[in-house]
């Protein structure tokens, strides 16, 4: 299990998440909501060990890994898709790849991570010495994603790894969200395309201001009028 418990995250003096309590089991898949600015993407880098937390802890399976640096947040089984992908444009695809499989645990497994990989994104396969700049928006999308699993980690985070994606890379994407997630990753999602995202996920949680307006099942926030209308942008 990774706990987040009461953490605030500062950018300067001001508080960019506040108070903020989440947890993510074993195998579970669990998405994070909210409008622009909400402050999703400093929680999910916080959780990765990208962004210094204030005030609160961050636990994976009781071990407190608060101030621990990012190193060790991958050596707790922690991995993230980073917004904007970052990935580096002028290696291959397969060196990007690599890259996520930096530790030695990950090292001795990367034949079976990469083939893993290839069955996952089929396409990757056929591009894999293809400098990483030269693919499509989605495809190196599914390089950052793949990037991640190379790490063979126990929670995956993603930030909007749909944003900026037609509706058909999309639908692939989320494909293979769910499929790492049934063969047992935990997985916690990022994202601002609300229908899709709720139908992958066991739990939610809607972010505004900094702070957890609403979490529950998605059939439960579906169900209130007022979560509906002012952050799923239904009626």
């Not at 074993?26 to 990765?48: D, I």
């Not at 692939?172 to 990753?185: K, P, T, Y």
């Not at 099942?217 to 509906?228: A, N, Q």
């Amino acid at each position: 299990m990774y706990e987040v418990s009461n953490v605030r995250v500062n950018y300067g003096a001001a508080a960019a998440v506040s108070d903020v309590n989440l947890r993510i089991d074993a195998g579970e898949l669990v998405v994070v909501l909210g409008p622009n600015g909400a402050g999703k993407s400093t929680l999910v880098n916080a959780m990765a060990g990208l962004h210094a937390v204030e005030a609160g802890r961050l636990a994976v399976d009781g071990h407190d890994i608060t101030r621990s640096p990012p190193h060790r947040f991958c050596d707790r089984g922690i991995a993230i898709v980073p917004e904007g992908r970052r990935l580096f444009a002028n290696l291959s695809v397969r060196e990007n790849l690599e890259l996520g499989s930096y530790r030695a645990e990950a090292r001795r497994a990367r034949t079976e991570s990469m083939e893993r990989v290839c069955a996952l994104f089929p396409v990757l396969a056929e591009r894999l010495g293809a400098p990483a700049g030269a693919l499509s928006g989605g495809q190196q999308q599914m390089v950052a994603i793949g990037r991640a699993l190379m790490a063979r980690p126990r929670f995956l985070l993603l930030d909007e790894p749909s944003l900026g994606l037609s509706p058909m890379v999309v639908h692939e994407l989320f494909r293979a969200i769910r499929q790492v997630n049934a063969e047992g990753m935990a997985v916690l999602l990022v994202e601002q395309n609300v229908a899709m995202a709720l139908e992958l996920a066991r739990r939610a949680y809607v972010l505004d201001e900094g702070r957890i307006a609403a979490e529950g099942l998605p059939s439960e926030l579906v169900g209130r009028d007022d979560i509906r209308r002012a952050y799923l942008g239904t009626k």
